[in-house]
């Protein structure tokens, strides 16, 4: 697609999963690509991926994006020719837990709330205002199937995948009479180790998750986003909601016999 060819990309939580997935289609793309991640080397490991799919440039960094000022600092410090970002890819999110809300661990709240809403809110500020005033960005950020039903001891998860909802769709009405463009992409079940970080690390309990269902594929969902990034600069994609053919919303699976 020549209309990402030269682009500068952002993508957020980019170590594994959707955003390395996301990073790397970007990349095929002749893109610029600039990844964070708290795992730094992850990280140094993607910084020749990335270059040998085709990247037009490589920037890797480690960001806790649940750090207001760690983000201000990071992305106001970035190398001069990085710091015109075309395409911020909000994909840095998490859950903990999975019990009712009144037997929860707090801590699970904090690390949902602090990780999934404010640092998905910290990042787009620090990066929209630059946007508006070159007159040109997207802002692309991943929701879930979460935030449109609510699921038995998922409640906090799928509040902060509603919040983020909420914000993309404001946002998007801020930024009317600009030419910025907002999307929320919003999959369904995607194996990846969301669900082992969900558990904290406990793989058994991860992997009955996905048994007897083809779930979606980190490279679906970058699929998506890369397609909408690359619509023509009048086109607005707003919401992409996506699942695999087993699932039809956030309760109900068709697990095979």
């Given at each position: 697609m020549a209309y990402l060819s030269g682009k500068t990309v952002l993508v957020t939580g980019?170590?594994?999963?959707?955003?390395?997935?996301?990073?790397?289609?970007?990349?095929?793309?002749?893109?610029?690509?600039?990844?964070?991640?708290?795992?730094?080397?992850?990280?140094?490991?993607?910084?020749?991926?990335?270059?040998?799919?085709?990247?037009?440039?490589?920037?890797?960094?480690?960001?806790?994006?649940?750090?207001?000022?760690?983000?201000?600092?990071?992305?106001?410090?970035?190398?001069?020719?990085?710091?015109?970002?075309?395409?911020?890819?909000?994909?840095?999110?998490?859950?903990?837990?999975?019990?009712?809300?009144?037997?929860?661990?707090?801590?699970?709240?904090?690390?949902?709330?602090?990780?999934?809403?404010?640092?998905l809110l910290y990042v787009t500020r620090a990066v929209v205002p630059g946007m508006v005033e070159r007159g040109r960005g997207h802002v692309i950020s991943l929701g879930s199937t979460a935030g449109y039903m609510t699921y038995a001891n998922g409640a906090v998860?799928?509040?902060?995948?509603?919040?983020?909802?909420?914000?993309?769709?404001?946002?998007?009405?801020?930024?009317?009479?600009t030419p910025v463009r907002v999307t929320s992409i919003d999959p369904g079940m995607v194996e990846t180790e969301f669900s082992e970080v969900r558990f904290r690390g406990d793989k058994e309990r991860a992997e009955k998750v996905y048994q007897n269902i083809t779930p979606l594929t980190p490279e679906d969902v970058a699929d998506a986003i890369v397609w909408a990034a690359s619509r023509p600069a009048h086109v607005n994609i707003h919401t992409v909601v996506m699942t695999t053919i087993d699932q039809a919303n956030s309760v109900v699976f068709h697990r095979h016999a």
């Amino acid at each position: 697609m020549a209309y990402l060819s030269g682009k500068t990309v952002l993508v957020t939580g980019a170590s594994s999963g959707i955003g390395r997935a996301t990073a790397l289609a970007f990349a095929r793309e002749g893109a610029k690509v600039a990844v964070c991640a708290r795992r730094e080397e992850r990280l140094q490991e993607m910084e020749r991926e990335l270059s040998e799919a085709g990247a037009a440039a490589v920037l890797t960094f480690v960001l806790d994006v649940a750090r207001r000022t760690s983000v201000e600092q990071t992305l106001e410090s970035l190398p001069a020719e990085w710091r015109a970002i075309d395409v911020l890819v909000n994909n840095a999110g998490l859950s903990r837990g999975l019990t009712k809300v009144y037997e929860d661990d707090p801590q699970n709240w904090e690390e949902m709330i602090d990780t999934n809403v404010k640092g998905l809110l910290y990042v787009t500020r620090a990066v929209v205002p630059g946007m508006v005033e070159r007159g040109r960005g997207h802002v692309i950020s991943l929701g879930s199937t979460a935030g449109y039903m609510t699921y038995a001891n998922g409640a906090v998860y799928c509040a902060t995948k509603a919040a983020e909802k909420s914000i993309s769709e404001g946002l998007k009405i801020d930024l009317m009479g600009t030419p910025v463009r907002v999307t929320s992409i919003d999959p369904g079940m995607v194996e990846t180790e969301f669900s082992e970080v969900r558990f904290r690390g406990d793989k058994e309990r991860a992997e009955k998750v996905y048994q007897n269902i083809t779930p979606l594929t980190p490279e679906d969902v970058a699929d998506a986003i890369v397609w909408a990034a690359s619509r023509p600069a009048h086109v607005n994609i707003h919401t992409v909601v996506m699942t695999t053919i087993d699932q039809a919303n956030s309760v109900v699976f068709h697990r095979h016999a």
